[in-house]
């Protein structure tokens, strides 16, 4: 049997974004570890949690225990590939393992979106991009999930030997179940939604580059022109208490509903009208791939990731980021045409599969399988 360890910066990574990977493995006899910063919270199919101090700040001096954790713990126990993910994981990942590899275990770093981007921060490309390039030797593979990332592995991290490009790490279909009319009638109830409420939802960590505050910003000029609207956002993070003052300030408190994070948004789908997304950094986002594969039309930020999903009037609208202007038009524009949202939704849904985890997993195990041959 195959065995793996998955390095992350937290376990609610694996939770959210990687169960149906290992299931797949799991169930082809692979044997799978998990290392990250262990909250107490049990993840199913996984053989071992491995607790490492890991911090998503990139100097924290628990990084550097962590990486002697994770070095300790690979001199215990023989794996035939590391699967890191986020630059931190990967980070830490690869510093710890010199001597595993020389004995034989393959790394690879899945990016779910590099740091350092067209747009970036001048700051994002000197730390980010200077510490991708020197771990690029101790890289077996990558694998990146945008065109732009390819793009940049390619050109930039040309020294780690296989390169791949999936799309995406994969949407998991049994978030996305059939409607349940007594589920949905519930939260209609529970958030006070009325029947023409126009509703706008936001998939994402209150973290900066979500850009909540701005999303927030926009939404209270709506208002003016669209009484009835009303935003749902998912998620939880730490600029929650901000962005709730924020609407309270702008007088929307009542509009905003700060629904939290949730396990299975399958419903808080349904609720919606249009999806929303603007953020400033993407990989390949499961939040917009998820209203998308219900149907929801979707305004999202011109970056990328975003880019990769969205043919722009057809199956959804690209806006300008930080032009609230543009938002602001392109959301009006579906509000008032009901049947162009109608379209856009429907050709949202078509070509989906390929962004599925059921169809991800397999791929990845063949990577895993490639460069271990």
């Not at 290392?35 to 053989?47: E, K, L, M, R, T």
């Not at 030797?137 to 020294?159: F, Q």
């Not at 209270?220 to 003052?245: D, F, S, T, V, Y």
């Not at 603007?278 to 880019?307: A, K, N, Q």
């Amino acid at each position: 049997m195959k065995k793996i360890l998955i390095v992350t910066s937290s376990f609610q990574f694996v939770r959210t974004f990687l169960i149906p990977h290992i299931e797949y493995m799991v169930r082809n006899g692979w044997i799978v570890d998990v290392a990250s910063d262990y909250d107490g919270i049990p993840i199913p199919h996984v053989n071992k949690l491995i607790n490492i101090p890991v911090k998503r700040t990139p100097f924290h001096t628990s990084n550097v225990v962590a990486i002697k954790c994770l070095a300790q713990h690979l001199a215990n126990e023989k794996y035939d590939i590391i699967n890191c993910h986020t630059p931190i994981g990967a980070m830490i990942a690869r510093c710890a393992s010199h001597k595993a590899r020389r004995n034989g275990t393959r790394l690879v770093y899945m990016a779910h979106g590099f740091h350092f981007y067209k747009g970036a921060p001048l700051l994002n490309w000197l730390v980010y991009y200077t510490a991708e390039k020197c771990m690029a030797r101790y890289t077996d593979a990558l694998i990146t999930i945008n065109s732009e990332d390819s793009k940049n592995a390619r050109n930039l991290l040309s020294e780690i030997p296989y390169q791949y490009y999936l799309h995406g790490i994969g949407y998991d279909t049994k978030h996305i179940r059939a409607c349940d009319n007594a589920d949905a009638k519930r939260l209609r109830e529970q958030y006070d939604l009325r029947e023409d409420d126009f509703v706008l939802l936001y998939i994402a960590r209150y973290v900066r580059h979500k850009n909540h505050s701005f999303l927030i910003k926009a939404f209270a000029e709506l208002k003016q022109h669209i009484p009835n609207a009303k935003l749902l956002l998912l998620g939880q993070g730490e600029c929650m208490h901000a962005c709730r003052c924020l609407a309270l300030k702008l007088g929307v408190d009542e509009s905003v509903i700060f629904a939290g994070y949730k396990d299975n948004v399958s419903d808080y789908l349904r609720l919606a009208h249009v999806g929303v997304s603007v953020s400033m950094m993407e990989g390949l986002p499961i939040g917009v791939l998820e209203e998308m594969l219900v149907g929801l039309p979707v305004v999202v930020s011109d970056i990328r990731g975003h880019r990769d999903l969205i043919d722009d009037g057809q199956n959804g609208l690209l806006y300008t980021p930080d032009d609230k202007a543009d938002l602001l038009k392109k959301l009006m524009y579906l509000y008032e045409h009901p049947e162009e949202r109608k379209h856009m939704g429907a050709m949202a849904q078509k070509n989906m599969l390929k962004f599925s985890a059921d169809n991800i997993a397999p791929q990845l195990v063949e990577i895993f399988e490639e460069v271990l041959s």
